[in-house]
C-alpha cells in the first residue's frame, strides 16, 4: 500500500486501457511553432468496485480533481469534451 491505496486496485483498473486515439488536440495555447498532442486512453470501471478505492488528490496542475457524475452540459478545458464523448460512444451511454 502507497499513500493509502491499495495498489491492486490501480494495477486491476490500469490492466484494461483501450486507446480512444492519439492526435493533434484543438487547444488555445496551441501556437504555429509548439501546439498539444494528446493521447486518450479509458480505463473503464463497469461496477465501480475499483474506483470506489481509488482516492484523488489534487496538484498544481489540477487543483479541483474529483470523481463526478457528468451529462452534456458538463464545461470541460479545450477538447477535453469530445474525449468524453469517445468514451459515450464506445459504450453507447447516455448521457
Known amino acids: 500500500m502507497q499513500d493509502g491505496i491499495d495498489e491492486h486496485y490501480i494495477n486491476k ?17 496551441n501556437t504555429d511553432n ?11 470501471d463497469e461496477t465501480g468496485q475499483l474506483t470506489k478505492h481509488i482516492y ?3 496538484g498544481d496542475d489540477a487543483a479541483n480533481v474529483a470523481w463526478r457524475p457528468i451529462d452534456q452540459n458538463i464545461d470541460l478545458y479545450a477538447s477535453h469534451k469530445e474525449i468524453v464523448k469517445r468514451v459515450i460512444d464506445r459504450f453507447d451511454a447516455y448521457w
Open 34 to 44: 509548439a501546439w498539444i498532442e494528446t493521447v486518450a486512453i479509458n480505463f473503464h
Open 56 to 58: 484523488l488528490d489534487a
Open 13 to 29: 483498473l490500469f490492466s484494461n486501457g483501450y486507446k480512444l486515439f492519439e492526435w493533434y488536440a484543438d487547444d488555445p495555447r
